[in-house]
């Protein structure tokens, strides 16, 4: 089935671990991001990616880090978790950037 | 610096009315403005979008409108249908600044009914 697919579905972690939220995709599209929801604020995109090779910050950055091998692969890495990092996060891709942008089903990740 | 703006964190409607949800930005350069709508425990889906050459667009039963004076595009759904009970998210993007969405903060639709 095409798509978004996000691992884990939810994850607790202890502050100062290191964690990876893993995203892939089957459309072959270009550009890939990472958002966080948080109540209240809506979606802030954290990172994204034109295409395999590249990647860019977004509007909160900070504390994350990802990469870009290849087309269908987007991680995003939490170095040393904190509190503040507890949201739902969602991968989303685009046949290029500035396309409509299929979302994941999101990662609930709460750090303790 | 909240650029995309939606003031109103729940709307309730009745079934077969019109529900109408507004968001505001403040940035002019923004130049495409979409809807997605999101059910719990999913990620969001993309609803509807409005180019800033155009005042209006419509698809079925859902109806973008843009007043780019004003810096206020609205969604009107009609007639309004319980599955239509989600939070709905505005989002605006600008081609200088390589079209990234900017997000509002998501109004949550109930639709009774």
């Known amino acids: 089935i095409a798509g978004i697919t996000q691992a884990p579905t939810s994850q607790i972690l202890a502050a100062g671990r290191r964690m990876t939220l893993r995203c892939t995709q089957d459309m072959r599209h270009n550009a890939m991001y990472w958002y966080r929801q948080d109540l209240g604020l809506g979606l802030r995109l954290i990172h994204y990616?034109?295409?395999?090779?590249?990647?860019g910050k977004g509007e909160v950055p900070d504390g994350y880090s990802v990469s870009r091998a290849n087309t269908d692969d987007f991680p995003l890495t939490l170095a040393s978790a904190v509190p503040s990092q507890t949201s739902v996060y969602f991968c989303a891709s685009a046949r290029e950037l500035g396309y409509e942008q299929y979302f994941g089903p999101g990662t609930r990740l709460t750090v303790t | 610096d909240q650029q995309v703006k939606q003031n109103s964190p729940s709307l309730s409607v009745q079934e077969g009315r019109i529900s109408i949800l507004n968001c505001d930005y403040t940035n002019s350069m923004f130049d495409y403005f979409l809807w997605y709508k999101k059910y719990p425990a999913e990620g969001p889906t993309f609803l509807i979008s409005?180019?800033?050459?155009?005042d209006k667009n419509e698809d079925g039963r859902f109806t973008v409108f843009l007043n780019k004076s004003a810096k206020h595009l609205s969604l009107h759904i009609v007639p309004s249908q319980p599955g239509d009970s989600a939070v709905y998210f505005c989002?605006?993007?600008?081609?200088?600044?390589?079209?990234?969405?900017?997000f509002g903060e998501g109004t949550q639709l109930t639709v009774n009914p």
């Open positions: 990616s034109n295409t395999a090779g590249t990647t």
């Open positions: 409005i180019s800033s050459i155009k």
């Open positions: 989002a605006a993007s600008a081609e200088t600044s390589g079209s990234r969405l900017t």
